[in-house]
């Protein structure tokens, strides 16, 4: 599980572009950016970063400092081949979900900008920073259980990495080490899967399949697949929100907290009801931690 995406590669990058659940977890973390008033000036890390996505989106806000960090090694030259969104050699990531496009621009798939989302516009333009600049980027290949010192940072982000924890000992070192490189008051906001879906819901209209759960280990393996062509299996624990929160204040966070998905407006095939039913039982929730 640990290496499965050096694997999967550009099908990971394919799964972003295209998948309605993508676009929902940037929309949730977009408006989850902007109610704590945007990340200008701020010292940054995006843990599991995969190819860089949301690490660029940090830059492109304004950061001061951006690092991303995914222990796929495929991820990371992935992630230093695209780029800074908004600058050259953007390519392919002009289309993707949640890419920093023109309001309205027209897309055969239906998918939602992230311009529509809440604090869009302060992202995309530095929030004070001069037009189409952003700081360089870093990309490190590291385990997120073990990371070094590489703070403080006043920020951390994480999309489907506690998840990817293979025993409850690995979970608690994730959020030890994210929280040893936050500086006092710092904070996490962490997309994770909401568990207890299987068998009773189909996510396959946005983008994911799970085919399977085993129960084995500390928590339920489960079996996946990301609906590209052809289809990427992966596999991911099943952990409780409550497993989450305990190792979240092992490690010394004061706060954790709670947010729903939220999705983007509705457009083309992507109409309320398609929204609706998928905010019934989402994907993911934000949890939130104050170091």
Known sequence: MRFQYDTIGERFVEAKTTAAFAAADTHTLLGALDALGGVHGLDTIDLACGYGYNTRLLARGGARRAVGVDISEEMIRLARAHGVIGGGGVGALEGAVGAVRQVGAADAAGETSAADAPGAAGMASGAGGGAGT????????????????????????????????????????????????????????????????????????????????????????LKAQFLTRPPADFEFREWAHADFAEAAVEAGFSTVGWQPNRTPPAEGARDEAYWTAYRAWPISSLMTCTA
């Open 134 to 221: 952003a700081p360089a980027v870093e990309y490190v290949v590291a385990d997120a259980a073990k990371l070094p010192r590489m703070g403080p940072f006043d920020l951390a982000t994480a999309v489907y990495l506690f998840n990817q924890a293979g025993d409850r000992s690995a979970l608690h070192a994730m959020f030890r080490s994210i929280r040893a490189n936050l500086r006092e008051g710092g904070r996490l906001l962490a997309i994770v899967p909401n568990a207890g879906a299987y068998p009773h819901v189909d996510w396959s209209p946005y983008g994911v399949r799970i085919v399977d759960r085993v129960l084995e280990g500390d928590a339920p393996l």
